[in-house]
C-alpha cells in the first residue's frame, strides 16, 4: 500500500509563489510515477503534473508549464509542487496521486486527501 499527504496550501495574492507537498510512505517500491492535480469548484479533476519515481522526468499540462514546476526528493519521498506568479484561476483542491499500476498509459490509482488553494486578487 502507498499513502500520499499532501501538505502546503492555503491562500495566496494573485501574482505570489506557494509550494504544496506530497508525502510519499508505504511500499514506494510499487510507484512508477507520482502527479499533480487539481479541482476547481464545479469542474472536473484536471491534470497539472507528474514526475517520474525513478527516472524523475517531469510532464506538465501545457499551460502551467513554465510556471508550475514539479520535483523530488528520493530520500525523503516527497513531491513537490513550486507555484509561481499565481492566477485567480488556480484557485482549487490540489490532490497528489500515485501510478502503481505500471501501465504504458498513466493511471493514477492511489489518491491523497487533497489540500485547498486560493488565490485572492
Known amino acids: 500500500q502507498v499513502h500520499l499527504v499532501e501538505s502546503g496550501g492555503g491562500s495566496a495574492q494573485a501574482g505570489a509563489s506557494l509550494r504544496l507537498s506530497c508525502a510519499v510512505s508505504g511500499r514506494t517500491a510499487n510507484i512508477y510515477a507520482v502527479g499533480w492535480f487539481r479541482q476547481a469548484p464545479g469542474k472536473e479533476r484536471d491534470f497539472v503534473a507528474s514526475?517520474?519515481?525513478?527516472?524523475?522526468?517531469?510532464n506538465y499540462k501545457d499551460f502551467l508549464r513554465g510556471r508550475f514546476f514539479i520535483s523530488r526528493d528520493t530520500p525523503k519521498n516527497t513531491v513537490d509542487l513550486q507555484m509561481n506568479n499565481l492566477k485567480l484561476e488556480d484557485t482549487a483542491v490540489y490532490y497528489c496521486?500515485?501510478?502503481?499500476?505500471?501501465?504504458?498509459?498513466?493511471?493514477?490509482?492511489?489518491w491523497g486527501q487533497g489540500t485547498q488553494v486560493t488565490v485572492s486578487s
Open positions: 496521486a500515485a501510478d502503481t499500476t505500471g501501465r504504458k498509459e498513466r493511471l493514477f490509482d492511489v
Open positions: 514526475i517520474g519515481w525513478n527516472s524523475g522526468t517531469p
